[in-house]
T-cell receptor, first 108, second 114 residues
């Protein structure tokens, strides 16, 4: 089966940096994705790591260590609009399994 | 492309009634997924289609749930009979293999069973 673990809640100050961790156990692994979901909205894709290392997309970066079954999402220069839920998702090659999500609250 | 389109956006029904949720994936996407989202269980994968064929329905909670994909541009998720515990947001998503690095989600159907 598939199992992903993330912190349930994180609070950070506007302008700061926050890291959201994800550990996973899976049968079949192609890569780790991150999605953002605002209240009442649909999950939207942020980044994908198929190989070990860091991927950077603007203020967001994502890291993967396949040997440790671990990844993280790094959000820099936090803005109020970044308050949302963030999900890591394992890509097994043909399916996506999601973690339970981390609710990020950005405070002034 | 308009993205993944789901209908209805909201559905309120009485316990015991049949509910049908609809999804139109992005044109050209071969894979389609149905997810259910609740506070308690997060985003659960219910069923996955590839080229209109159901590949894995192990996430379908019970026989009251069924899903079909009669062609590449349309899928339905049916609950019959519905129960209050089925209340959730149901998302449809599509992607393009091989690789499938990104799933594109519809806006979801918020189902309330009273």
């Amino acid at each position: 089966g598939q199992s992903l673990e993330q912190p349930s809640e994180v609070t950070a100050v506007e302008g700061a940096i926050v890291q959201i961790n994800c550990t996973y156990q899976t049968s079949g692994f192609y890569g780790l994705s991150w999605y953002q979901q605002h209240d009442g909205g649909a999950p939207t894709f942020l980044s994908y790591n198929g190989l070990d290392g860091l991927e950077e997309t603007g203020r967001f970066s994502s890291f993967l260590s396949r040997s440790d079954s671990y990844g993280y999402l790094l959000l820099q220069e936090l803005q109020m609009k970044d308050s949302a839920s963030y999900f890591c998702a394992v890509n097994t090659g043909n399916q996506f399994y999601f973690g339970t999500g981390t609710s990020l609250t950005v405070i002034p | 492309d308009a993205g993944v389109i789901q209908s209805p956006r909201h559905e309120v029904t009485e316990m015991g009634q049949e509910v049908t949720l609809r999804c139109k994936p992005i044109s050209g996407h071969n894979s389609l997924f149905w997810y259910r989202q609740t506070m308690m269980r997060g985003l659960e994968l219910l069923i996955y289609f590839n080229n209109n064929v159901p590949i894995d329905d192990s996430g379908m909670p019970e026989d009251r749930f069924s899903a079909k994909m009669p062609n590449a541009s349309f899928s339905t998720l049916k609950i019959q009979p519905s129960e209050p515990r089925d209340s959730a947001v149901y998302f449809c998503a599509s992607s393009f293999p091989p690789g499938n690095t990104e799933a594109f989600f519809g806006q979801g159907t918020r189902l309330t069973v009273v």
